[in-house]
């Protein structure tokens, strides 16, 4: 599970960032608003951090941004302002959970562990309708305008990553992480053979969507704008 920690006390980012290490999880680590909006576009994440006052845009504002471009990712606020007001604002802006500093790390865990039981969107949300093409990660059956095939796991996998995060810049760890796990060793080529393999399967059904190489970074799907949703 990989989480994205957004607060400007660096010390204290940098604790939690270690605590959660040693508790399994990998993260990234942001300090302000307008750096937090970079990492959200580049990256997917499995939970976010969100503090509530931060430099430059704070996290309602952070947070109504994620909402309205379709990013679902669960976000758990961490704010020092407790009044039922604040709190309800939190939650009425797209929040799952908010915890009030100070606050005991086993109670942070305990609320983390909460969401992440609940089903994911990637994980369990298994028929994707994306543009031109569906695609069912039960059966991995994709659809699309010329005629259907069947993919294999990995590829399967991969274009259920894309369409889970479209128009999204996915770093080239990111998306070995998801597929592979992050123990297991695979040769950096292989991933852009299974890239060629996605490609060649849109292509194949005759859809317009595309996978473009980000030089130096990863892949990202691009729609041209129109929707995906899951159901």
Same mark, same amino acid.
């Given at each position: 599970?990989?989480?994205?920690?957004?607060? $400007?006390? !660096?010390?204290?980012?940098?604790?939690?960032?270690?605590?959660?290490?040693?508790?399994?999880?990998?993260?990234?680590?942001?300090?302000?608003?307008?750096?937090?909006?970079?990492?959200?576009?580049?990256? %997917?994440?499995?939970? !976010?951090?969100?503090?509530?006052?931060?430099?430059?845009?704070?996290?309602?504002?952070?947070?109504?941004?994620?909402?309205?471009?379709?990013?679902?990712?669960?976000?758990?606020?961490?704010?020092?302002?407790?009044?039922?007001?604040?709190? !309800?604002?939190?939650?009425?802006?797209?929040? $799952?959970? /908010?915890?009030?500093?100070?606050?005991?790390?086993?109670?942070?865990? %305990?609320?983390?562990?909460?969401?992440?039981?609940?089903?994911? #969107?990637?994980?369990?949300?298994?028929? !994707?309708?994306? #543009?031109?093409?569906? /695609? +069912?990660?039960?059966?991995?059956?994709? +659809?699309?305008?010329?005629? #259907?095939?069947?993919?294999?796991?990995?590829?399967?996998?991969?274009?259920?990553?894309?369409?889970?995060?479209?128009?999204?810049?996915?770093?080239?760890? +990111?998306?070995?992480?998801?597929?592979?796990? %992050?123990d297991y060793e695979i040769e950096d080529g292989n991933l852009d053979n299974y890239i060629y393999f996605v490609r060649r399967r849109l292509n194949n059904v005759g859809s317009s969507l595309a996978i473009k190489t980000i030089r130096g970074i990863g892949y990202r799907l691009i729609t041209e704008e129109q929707s995906c949703s899951a159901k």
């Amino acid at each position: 599970m990989r989480i994205l920690i957004i607060e $400007d006390e !660096v010390e204290q980012c940098q604790l939690l960032q270690f605590r959660l290490k040693k508790e399994g999880f990998s993260s990234d680590i942001c300090y302000d608003g307008d750096e937090a909006g970079y990492y959200l576009s580049q990256n %997917a994440y499995d939970l !976010v951090l969100l503090d509530r006052m931060l430099p430059n845009k704070d996290g309602i504002q952070i947070l109504n941004e994620m909402r309205k471009k379709g990013n679902g990712t669960p976000v758990i606020m961490i704010t020092a302002l407790g009044e039922l007001d604040d709190r !309800v604002s939190v939650l009425d802006s797209g929040a $799952d959970d /908010y915890i009030v500093k100070p606050y005991e790390f086993k109670e942070l865990m %305990a609320r983390i562990r909460c969401i992440l039981r609940r089903p994911s #969107s990637i994980e369990n949300i298994n028929v !994707v309708t994306c #543009s031109d093409i569906t /695609y +069912n990660n039960d059966v991995k059956i994709l +659809n699309g305008p010329k005629n #259907s095939c069947t993919l294999s796991n990995k590829e399967g996998d991969l274009l259920d990553l894309f369409l889970h995060n479209p128009d999204q810049t996915i770093p080239r760890q +990111n998306i070995l992480t998801r597929i592979w796990g %992050a123990d297991y060793e695979i040769e950096d080529g292989n991933l852009d053979n299974y890239i060629y393999f996605v490609r060649r399967r849109l292509n194949n059904v005759g859809s317009s969507l595309a996978i473009k190489t980000i030089r130096g970074i990863g892949y990202r799907l691009i729609t041209e704008e129109q929707s995906c949703s899951a159901k």
